[in-house]
């Protein structure tokens, strides 16, 4: 069965440190791979996704930037983080041809 | 824009009763809806899912229905358990060039009370 391990579940950084969140997941190959961000009281924003190995599609204009290394593996970075930045991060996979959206257990990240 | 709504913030429901969690969308391209539960610090979980051929998808206790024009859907959920106290998600599908983006509504947060 497929898995989805997330890193780390909190981080508290200061403002102007940079950032790297991974993501990897294993039993299954060339998974789409997404980030989404959910502010509080929001619904989840789609920040990047990606059907490849250096493939990265980004969904809206930010401070954030990502990065597919290996064909599971899926990291979201910044080179300085502002107070804006925080909230709760999430990676998910899909099969290259499902709807259906399966996510890890999330990075809860505030900035200081 | 929000393209995908859940006007209801919170829902309170007895147990053993129904639970009913609506969600509204403004875009007919939509053609496929899933619902995600929720629990605290963890990822969203998928729960059930719709296609807009169909008007109801039934797996156990959950039921969801979609009213293609008015532009709703709801999931049921009888009877309701107290672990099913979480926050729910509808989201739409929004094809994309080799991907699918999920457009999710804001979130119902469900209470089951024993």
């Known amino acids: 069965s497929q898995t989805i391990h997330q890193w780390p579940a909190t981080l508290v950084q200061p403002v102007g440190s940079p950032l790297s969140l991974e993501c990897t997941v294993e039993?299954?190959?060339?998974?789409?791979l997404y980030w989404y961000r959910q502010a509080a009281g929001r619904g989840l924003q789609l920040l990047f996704y990606?059907?490849?190995?250096?493939?990265i599609s980004s969904e809206v204009p930010q401070n954030l930037s990502a990065s597919r290394p290996q064909d599971r593996q899926f990291i979201l970075s910044s080179k300085k983080l502002l107070l804006s930045d925080s909230g709760f991060y999430l990676c998910?996979?899909?099969?290259?041809?499902?709807?259906?959206?399966?996510f890890g257990d999330g990075t809860r990240l505030s900035i200081l | 824009d929000q393209q995908v709504k859940q006007n209801s913030p919170s829902l309170s429901v007895q147990e053993g009763r129904i639970s009913i969690l609506n969600c509204d969308y403004t875009?007919?391209?939509?053609?496929?809806f899933l619902w995600y539960k929720k629990y605290p610090a963890e990822g969203p979980t998928f729960l059930i899912s719709?296609?807009?051929?169909?008007d109801k998808n039934e797996d156990g206790r959950f039921t969801v229905f979609l009213n293609k024009s008015a532009k709703h859907l709801s999931l049921h959920i009888v009877p309701s358990q107290p672990g099913d106290s979480a926050v729910y998600f509808c989201?739409?599908?929004?094809?994309?060039?080799?991907?699918?983006?999920?457009?999710f509504g804001s979130g119902t947060r469900l209470l089951v009370r024993p």
């Open positions: 998910a996979w899909s099969f290259p041809d499902g709807a259906a959206q399966h």
């Open positions: 875009n007919s391209m939509f053609d496929y």
């Open positions: 719709i296609s807009s051929i169909k």
């Open positions: 039993g299954t190959s060339n998974p789409n």
């Open positions: 990606s059907v490849g190995i250096g493939q």
């Open positions: 989201a739409a599908i929004h094809r994309m060039d080799s991907s699918y983006k999920l457009i």
